[in-house]
Every structure is written in structure tokens, then in C-alpha cells.
């Protein structure tokens, strides 16, 4: 397959997530921090990289599968004078044996639960009980995942795992975290304009490749893709798919 520009080119966050609310949540994981701040699946570790640049006494570890964008957040790390601070590995963040004062999963509880190519539901329990886990009394954590905004329609179901079980809703997943051993102190969902503006980020891939590339035989293969996941958005889970965003203390 035609391999896209990286999504960091035209994303802050892999995920739909606005400044303003990132703040919240480093201000949320930054008080008081000494220890170590542990990021599950950290992508190119920009939330974990802007929690450390606030938190000087604070270090950091990310783990992700991404080469690519490992090595992106690398570079962020020294080009922001970070990178004393932090080590970002490639590897499975289950494999290892993490102890934490504060942790950060975002969009990661595959991690823990099956392959995303089965299509089973989020494993919101085994991610919650293995993060729970990892963390003291008193510790804190971002967690962001997937929920159902509304009830599901067959419409946007279609393009995601093609099952209405997927997701929970925001009060379920609440439940969880508390079942799982923690208690909400900042409880948030994505507004409509933080998923356009990461849709549309996202999306950007495909017009930066077009233009790229004018005479390119893949050329119509590209725009069949972002037809595809254009219409999967906005004929689909817009509006339906939400993504939670939950400060939680280990209790």
C-alpha cells in the first residue's frame, strides 16, 4: 500500500484533542510531580513531552510500535531540551514491567486487550486493571479512549469494527475506572470541532500525497482512500463516536 506523509505533518495530538483541554490534562498530571511520568503507546509522546517541559524535577519513558513516529518524538525531545529527560522506546508497553507515578493512555487500550484486527470490543477493564497496576496510591492518570457519543447507528458502526459493542458509553466507562480501583477527577469528552479539526488533520495526508505526486499510477488508488475515509467520518461516526478524556487517581 501507498505509504501517506506521517500524521505529524499535520497533527499536534494523534488523536482529536485541542490545546486548551491538553493543558488541562498536563496541569492535571504535572501537579506536584517528581517521579516518573509513564506514556502507554505514546506515538510521538507530544502530551507526554509538554507534561516533562512543565515539570522540571519530572522524567518520562514512552513506549510505542511506531518506528516513525518514536523517532519524531525523539527529535521533539532534543530540539525542546528535553531529552535528558525522557527515553522512548519501540516495543510493546505490555511486555514490560513499568512502575510509575503517573501515567498517560491515550486511544492505547489494545495494549492490553486483542488484536485490532479481530474487531472485538475495547478492552477498557484489562487496560484500566493493568494501569491501576502500574501506579501507587495517589497516582495519576490520563486516560483517553473511545466511547459512543450517541447510540450506535448501522451507518457508523459500518466503517469502525462493524459491531455496536465496540464501545460504551461515557457512564460505563466511568463505572469501570472506579471498578478498576479509581476515582474521576477530571471528567471530559471531545467537542464536535476537536474531531473535524483531527478528521480534517488527518485527512490532510491524502491531499499533501495528491499533490505530491501529480503523475503517480497510485494516484487514483489515493483518492478512492480519502473518498473512503471521508465518507466513513461524515456519513458514518460523526457525531456518534466520541473519545473520552478521564483524570484519574489510583485509590
Not at 506536584?32 to 519530572?58: H, I, M, N, R
Not at 496510591?137 to 486516560?143: A, I, S
Not at 448501522?154 to 480501583?181: H, M, N, Q, T, Y
Amino acid at each position: 500500500m501507498t505509504t501517506l506523509p506521517p500524521a505529524h505533518e499535520f497533527l499536534t495530538f494523534m488523536t482529536p484533542l485541542s490545546q486548551e483541554r491538553a493543558d488541562r490534562l498536563i496541569r492535571f498530571l504535572a501537579a506536584d510531580q517528581e517521579g516518573t511520568v509513564v506514556d502507554f503507546g505514546c506515538g510521538w509522546a507530544e502530551l507526554l513531552l509538554q507534561v516533562l517541559a512543565v515539570a522540571p524535577s519530572a522524567t518520562g519513558v514512552g513506549y510505542d510500535l511506531d518506528e516513525d513516529a518514536v523517532a519524531h518524538g525523539r527529535r521533539l525531545a532534543d530540539e525542546r531540551g528535553l531529552d535528558h529527560r525522557v527515553t522512548l522506546h519501540v516495543g510493546d508497553a505490555k511486555d514490560q514491567r513499568v512502575s510509575a507515578s503517573a501515567a498517560i493512555a491515550v486511544g492505547a487500550s489494545q495494549i492490553w486487550g486483542p488484536p485490532v484486527e479481530d474487531n472485538e470490543p475495547i478492552a477498557y477493564r484489562a487496560a484500566l486493571t493493568a494501569l491501576r497496576g502500574a501506579l501507587p496510591r495517589g497516582g495519576r492518570l490520563v486516560y483517553a479512549e473511545g466511547i459512543w457519543s450517541a447510540p450506535p447507528t448501522s451507518k457508523a458502526i459500518a466503517p469502525l469494527a462493524g459491531r455496536p459493542d465496540e464501545f460504551v458509553s461515557l457512564r460505563e466507562l466511568l463505572r469501570i475506572a472506579v471498578r478498576c480501583g479509581f476515582q474521576p477527577q477530571i471528567v471530559a469528552e471531545a467537542t464536535q470541532d476537536e474531531w473535524d479539526e483531527f478528521e480534517s488533520g488527518f485527512s490532510a495526508r491524502f491531499t499533501r500525497w495528491l499533490l505530491d505526486h501529480p503523475d503517480d499510477s497510485a494516484a487514483d488508488q489515493i483518492r478512492t482512500r480519502a473518498e473512503a475515509q471521508r465518507d466513513a467520518y461524515i456519513d458514518g461516526y460523526r457525531g456518534v463516536l466520541g473519545m473520552a478524556y478521564l483524570g484519574l487517581v489510583a485509590v
